[in-house]
């Protein structure tokens, strides 16, 4: 079946625009996390949405940083007033709540702020 | 302190050679480890689990030790195919709510 896609693939925009973000995942599964990942860096936890529970924001940067889920469907990372530090891939994955382990990871979303 | 911490490397080891990375955490409290491996440019995947007892998957041999807190993976073998990024992955408690934390990972370079 078909895997977690996220889009774009490629963001350039500039200094202070709003960006968006779209994560489909895996049909059926319950949990949905956002990463970023910075040119040679780990993964750096953002959200995570577990089914209807309230969802972890914790590793949220700042206020400029949001996110949405509708159901166990579709989520999108919204980042206003963009910054040249926020320039990162960001990575989606999903797991379902059988095998919270295995987390299935879109391509990603490289952004580029100039 | 990081909760998960490893060794970014790059580990740079010849065709065939036996490789060995470790990671500690810092939540004692933590019940569930794992390794994912990413390509360059590429998304992480799951490589394996580690269990208590140790585990073997193919070349690769993953133990926990608890008291320590580390986690470790050994490559056997090494192949040019193994280069990649060997991220440890820890389940945050309480219980498995499904918040994997992430090291930074440790870059392995296999040449021929």
């Known amino acids: 079946g078909a895997g977690v896609s996220q889009s774009p693939s490629n963001k350039v925009t500039e200094k202070g625009k709003d960006v968006e973000l779209r994560c489909d995942p895996i049909s059926g599964h319950t949990a949905l996390y956002w990463y970023r990942q910075r040119l040679g860096q780990g993964l750096e936890f953002l959200i995570y949405f577990q089914g209807n529970s309230a969802p972890d924001k914790s590793g949220l940067p700042s206020d400029r940083f949001s996110a949405e889920r509708t159901g166990e469907s579709v989520s999108t990372l919204t980042i206003q007033r963009t910054q040249q530090e926020d320039s990162a891939v960001y990575l989606c994955?999903?797991?379902?709540?059988?095998?919270?382990?295995?987390?299935?990871f879109g391509p990603g979303t490289r952004l580029l702020v100039l | 302190r990081k909760e998960v911490e490893q060794d970014p490397g790059p580990f740079n080891v010849p065709e065939g050679a036996t490789v060995a990375f470790n990671c500690t955490y810092s939540?004692?409290?933590?019940?569930?480890f794992f390794w994912y491996r990413q390509d360059c440019r590429k998304e992480p995947k799951l490589l394996m689990s580690?269990?208590?007892s140790g585990n073997e998957d193919g070349r690769f041999t993953a133990q926990l030790n608890r008291a320590s807190q580390y986690i470790s993976l050994l490559i056997r073998d090494s192949k040019l195919s193994d280069s990649a990024t060997y991220l440890c992955v820890v389940i945050s408690p309480p219980g498995n709510t499904g918040k994997l934390i992430f090291g930074q990972g440790t870059t392995l370079q296999v040449k021929p």
């Open positions: 994955a999903s797991s379902s709540r059988q095998l919270i382990e295995t987390q299935y």
């Open positions: 580690v269990y208590s």
């Open positions: 939540n004692s409290a933590s019940q569930s």
